[in-house]
């Protein structure tokens, strides 16, 4: 019987080529976006569920729809998340943004795997499920024209360490990959700015990450195959994180 993977986020980017990893390594897939269908397709055992990861209902729509095609959950990997629609210097940050993006990229990232852990362990035999959340160089890296997201995603990484602690006792591994600099449609705004900075020398290794990059780290955490590994954070930044002088 085919494992199973829910990957929100699944419309683009991240998210996209995660799924595609899972299928490509045999996982049948139930992914979650807002918009209405996928603009791309996806070969393989695959659903698409429409739902907004911020309202309980979709939440709860989701799990549901994937436990009725599938039967049971195997990995959840939280990829859905927001940038601020407007960048703002933090003295001028607005709480309605401010809670746009910490509904989705905070809230509901700890909701939804409260909602699949709960699942999980109802269905027994947890032993190698894992749960893998999407944070970011954001979480400890400051960018004061986007506060918002640099606090959602530090929120993120506390999700992460909270539930490996409490479901350790399970066997359910939860971990996080923390992209860099990543070619998706949330960075393509800023590409000359980080063209210039990786030019520059910013990284290591001289060149932006790709989704693929994200989705072969996820996979190596969620796959079994790093059994005695929970609440660990995984740098996939090209390097980014070393303090160099």
């Known amino acids: 019987m085919k494992k199973v993977a829910l990957v929100t986020g ?11 990893k ?3 390594e045999g996982y049948a897939v139930c992914g979650m976006d807002v918009l209405p269908q996928m603009p791309r397709p996806l070969s393989g055992d695959f659903t698409y569920v429409q739902g907004d990861l911020s309202k ?3 939440r709860e729509n989701y799990l549901a729809c994937a436990l009725k095609t599938f039967g049971k959950v195997d990995v959840l990997v939280n990829v859905a998340g927001v940038a601020p629609r407007v960048r703002n210097d933090l003295l001028m940050m607005t709480e309605e943004s401010y809670d746009f993006v910490m509904d989705i990229n905070t809230k509901g990232t700890l909701f939804l795997t409260q909602a699949v852990a709960n699942e999980m362990i109802k269905e027994g035999e947890t032993q190698g499920k894992a749960i ?18 640099c606090v959602s995603k530090a929120g993120v990484s506390m ?5 490996a602690d409490r479901l350790a006792e399970y066997g359910i591994t939860v971990n996080e990959v923390r ?19 990786i030019a520059g020398g910013l990284l290591p290794i001289k060149r932006w990450g790709t989704p693929e990059d994200i989705a072969a780290a996820v996979y190596a955490l969620a796959s079994g195959a790093l059994p005695y590994v929970t609440g660990q954070s995984l740098d996939v930044d ?8």
Do not use: C, W
Not at 132 to 149: C, D, F, K, L, Q
Not at 159 to 163: H, M, P, R, S
């Open 56 to 58: 309980a209902e979709s």
């Open 22 to 24: 899972f299928l490509a």
């Open 159 to 163: 999700v992460t360490t909270l539930f």
């Open 10 to 20: 699944v419309a683009g980017g991240i998210g996209f080529a995660t799924a595609q």
């Open 238 to 245: 090209g390097g980014f994180h070393i303090q160099r002088l």
């Open 179 to 197: 992209p860099g600099i990543i070619q998706t449609g949330m960075t393509e705004k800023v590409k000359e700015k980080y063209d210039n900075l």
């Open 132 to 149: 893998v959340n999407i944070s970011s160089m954001s979480a400890y890296t400051s960018s004061v024209s986007r506060g918002e997201y």
